[in-house]
């Protein structure tokens, strides 16, 4: 190997002023006045009275006799000179490598000096704090690494007084050898898995410094070569040689990755075991085995079709490193499946029922109902709603809801159809009964279906009955328009004369009205004239097409008593069981009740009474014709009970 030259320059140059300067140097030296290799300068080109290392004195360096690298050493710089004495000192010094220009190591200034850096080397000098012994301390660092270490110095001896003249300059130089680096063949084991304490390491082949005996410090306090049970993880083992020397040697135990695993759980039913648990097995050196704490100590990374629960694997690697951990299937429902059915409560009978059929589950089955029944079924029931808890042979449970309505008869109305012609029968009512099982019906008109026809104006009651006894009842009324009748005014035409009149005044069914005279065709009025003696016949008909048939006379008046029969009246009018006369009964020979097919119902003429019973004729139009002497007259009458 090469061996490197380190110079140390020092110099103790170029005291600026010399003692006794009224103006003394305030930093020591400026420049490199070392007189080291590659500069001859010294504080010679200052103080130039005397040559070089002339005088009775010299400069000297106190250092060790032998360096470690990186080590700090306390070292002493003196000049002195016995004749003339001097009255004060400076000095100036530089390390440099195998004699060049590189530094080697550092300076840390002391009492009296200071420190520069030019071009990477360390100086040390003098500072302008007065020095009158020559003598100075501080400390040099060796450089890294192991080298000749060549120092240069210079120094002034000054004899105080104001110039540069008459001062002694003297220069010199010390060269310093390293030991070598401490060395050590270094050596570990890794730990077999994650988190293992059964790593190693250790040193041999320990050389340099000053030589053995070597003593060993561990980061773990242990001193010797070699240390076991370790942990992954750097450690640091201190060397030490004779002399006090010491290196630091760092190592490092490696470790696998440590196995890491990923699960995934599906939740199962209670019932049933659909559940799953999968782990995916990551780090370690790979080539994983499984085996689960299951009934069928599963050996694959997936458990399929389990119940619910805690599951473990262990996973081992290739090189037998392992991991356990757990995963939980959970429940996702029962499982339990049933079908409900329930009869109603009829009537309010308490008496429905619920039930239910297990379709999924483990039997045997317990059952608690909200009713408080215990089997299967639940009875004696009001409408409502119940739930029923269902535990099947394993434990596994489930709620069950189910309503029992209410069963009673009830009846819908569809419809009415009204009687559009007074006295008609052309009425019809339509319902629909509901209830438990079938239905029958009762009419108060005696019918017994759900719809009912042909059916006169009125009220008309319907009583339902189901097969469960209950009932219901309900009333409906088939209206119809007001009666449908005409009070007719005739004049008379006098004997050999066509100039009698005829009026109607048209009374209920339903307007407008339409006429239909029988001696004019297309004659559509409710009067007409010029009419010559003798029966007429008019039709009338109304929006809803109801027809009125009149058959009237218009007599041939051959005397004043046509005047008296005209204003006989009869009320009241509709009329019960009994109609009225009112006028003078003397003029009346007769009257005649005609229905509207022109048949004549009841004939009365009896001048002993102004009343006429009635109570035979059913209800419905007529025609009274009032007949005279010399005239006749007819009143439209209404027959209605």
Not at 99 to 114: D, E, L, Q, R
Not at 491 to 509: K, W, Y
Not at 535 to 555: F, Q
Not at 594 to 611: E, K, T, Y
């Amino acid at each position: 190997m090469q061996r490197h030259l380190l110079r140390l320059t020092f110099i103790s140059c170029c005291i600026i002023a010399a003692i006794g300067l009224t103006s003394p140097s305030n930093g020591g030296i400026s420049g490199d006045r070392t007189g080291r290799l590659g500069t001859t300068s010294t504080c010679q080109s200052c103080h130039s009275t005397f040559s070089l290392n002339s005088g009775s004195g010299s400069i000297n360096m106190g250092l060790p006799t032998i360096y470690y690298p990186g080590t700090a050493y306390s070292v002493s710089m003196t000049v002195d000179q016995s004749t003339p004495n001097p009255a004060r000192h400076g000095f100036q010094a530089v390390a440099v490598r195998d004699n060049s220009s590189s530094g080697a190591g550092s300076f840390t200034s002391g009492t009296g000096t200071g420190t520069s850096t030019t071009s990477s080397r360390s100086y040390i000098k003098h500072n302008s704090t007065f020095n009158s012994s020559g003598t100075w301390s501080f400390t040099w660092t060796a450089p890294s690494f192991a080298d000749t270490v060549t120092f240069y110095y210079a120094g002034v001896a000054a004899n105080n007084g104001n110039g540069n003249s008459n001062d002694y300059v003297y220069s010199n130089s010390s060269v310093l050898y390293s030991l070598p680096l401490i060395t050590a063949s270094e050596d570990s084991t890794s730990v077999s898995c994650f988190g293992e304490a059964d790593g190693a390491a250790s040193i041999s082949n320990i050389t340099g410094g000053a030589g053995g005996p070597y003593s060993y410090e561990w980061s773990t306090g242990d001193t010797t070569l070699s240390i076991s049970n370790l942990t992954a993880g750097a450690y640091t083992v201190s060397v030490t040689d004779s002399a006090g020397n010491e290196e630091e040697v760092v190592m490092s135990v490696d470790s696998p990755d440590e196995i890491q695993l990923i699960f995934q759980a599906l939740p199962s039913s209670c019932a049933f075991g659909v559940g799953e648990v999968s782990v995916l097995a990551s780090g370690g050196v790979g080539g994983f085995d499984y085996l689960w704490n299951d009934a069928n100590a599963t050996t694959d990374s997936v458990i399929l079709n389990t119940g619910l629960g805690w599951f473990t694997v262990t996973v081992t690697d290739a090189s037998g490193c392992m991991s356990i951990d757990s995963a939980e299937v959970v429940q996702a429902g029962s499982g339990l499946a049933g079908v409900m059915s329930n009869t109603p409560d009829n009537c309010g009978h308490g008496d429905g029922t619920c039930t239910i059929v297990m379709i999924q589950g483990n039997a045997p089955y317990t059952y608690s109902w909200s009713s408080g029944g215990t089997s299967q079924s639940a009875t004696g029931l009001t409408a409502g709603i119940y739930t029923v808890t269902v535990t099947d042979g394993i434990g596994c449970f489930d709620v069950f809801t189910d309503t029992v309505n209410a069963s009673d008869a009830t009846i819908t109305l569809n419809g009415i159809t009204d009687v559009i012609c007074y006295g008609d029968t052309a009425g019809e009512i339509d319902v629909t009964a509901t209830g438990s099982g079938d239905i029958s019906y009762t009419w108060s008109s005696g019918n017994n279906t759900a719809m009912i026809s042909n059916l006169a104006a009125g009220t008309y009651t319907l009583t339902v009955t189901d097969s469960a006894g209950c009932t219901s009842t309900e009333t409906f009324m088939v209206n119809q328009p007001d009666s449908f009748y005409a009070d007719i005014t005739i004049d008379s035409a006098n004997e050999g004369f066509c100039d009698g009149m005829m009026t109607l005044n048209t009374i209920g069914g339903t307007p407008p009205y339409s006429y239909d005279w029988s001696h004019q065709s297309g004659l559509n009025s409710a009067s007409a004239d010029e009419l010559c003696g003798g029966a007429y016949t008019i039709a009338i008909e109304d929006s809803n097409g109801c027809l009125l048939v009149v058959h009237t006379e218009v007599p041939e008046a051959t005397g004043i008593g046509n005047l008296a029969l005209q204003a006989i009246q009869l009320y009241p009018n509709p009329a019960v069981d009994q109609v009225n006369i009112l006028g003078d009964l003397s003029q009346i020979e007769s009257i005649d009740f005609v229905d509207l097919s022109g048949r004549i119902v009841l004939h009365w003429n009896s001048a002993l009474s102004n009343s006429i019973d009635v109570s035979s004729i059913e209800n419905g139009q007529y025609i009274a014709l009032i007949r005279g002497k010399d005239a006749l007259v007819s009143r439209a009458i209404v027959i209605g009970r």
